[in-house]
């Protein structure tokens, strides 16, 4: 059965402590009747970042706008609209925009949903730690952690703070 769906009439979201980075979730098992394949649209504000981070599953950005730098494994890649970049299984990276506008790229993983995704980065970049995290531990599980009180980041529930936008997709927290 084919799945369409609105881009305009999904909410922007986000993760506590990474609000500099907010997605539209597109196709995810947990949300809708598909599998094997995770989808969405992420945007990051001009001068901030995506922090240094890996997963097991393979990755792909399709830069649809905006200026930025990907650097996977060490190797820097420049980013603009129409230029497409694979992030292997497993590859440390993180994601700066540049420029004047947002950096927008659409992100896909060959995975269920995108619950199935356990993102990581390193504690000396942690956004918030939690207590236990000490000097011994190099990687911690953050962004869809329930540990982090935010287990399924979704507007409206008080979890998000106010994007602050004018947007007429993006919906207040609370």
Same mark, same amino acid.
């Given at each position: 059965? @084919?799945?369409? &769906? ?9 993760? =506590? !402590?990474? /609000?500099?980075? #907010? ?60 230029? @497409?970049?694979? &992030? ?9 925009? =540049? !420029?004047? /506008?947002?950096? #927008? ?70």
């Amino acid at each position: 059965m @084919a799945t369409l &769906i609105d881009l305009a009439g999904l909410p922007w979201e986000s993760w =506590h !402590g990474l /609000e500099a980075t #907010r997605f539209k979730l597109v196709f995810s098992s947990d949300r809708t009747s598909t599998e094997e394949l995770t989808f969405g649209l992420a945007e990051l504000e001009p001068g901030k970042e995506l922090p240094r981070h890996r997963h097991e599953e393979a990755e792909v950005y399709v830069i649809l706008s905006g200026e930025g730098m990907c650097e996977v494994d060490g190797e820097e890649h420049r980013l603009q609209g129409g230029l @497409a970049l694979h &992030i292997p299984s497993g590859a440390p990276h993180r994601t700066l925009a =540049h !420029g004047q /506008e947002p950096l #927008r790229w659409l992100f896909a993983f060959a995975a269920d949903g995108f619950d199935d995704i356990r993102y990581r980065r390193d504690t000396s970049e942690a956004v918030s730690r939690r207590p236990g995290d000490g000097e011994g531990s190099d990687l911690r599980q953050f962004g869809n952690d329930p540990e982090l009180n935010n287990p399924d980041a979704t507007p409206g529930t008080g979890m998000l703070p106010d994007l602050g936008s004018d947007d007429p997709n993006a919906q207040p927290s609370g």
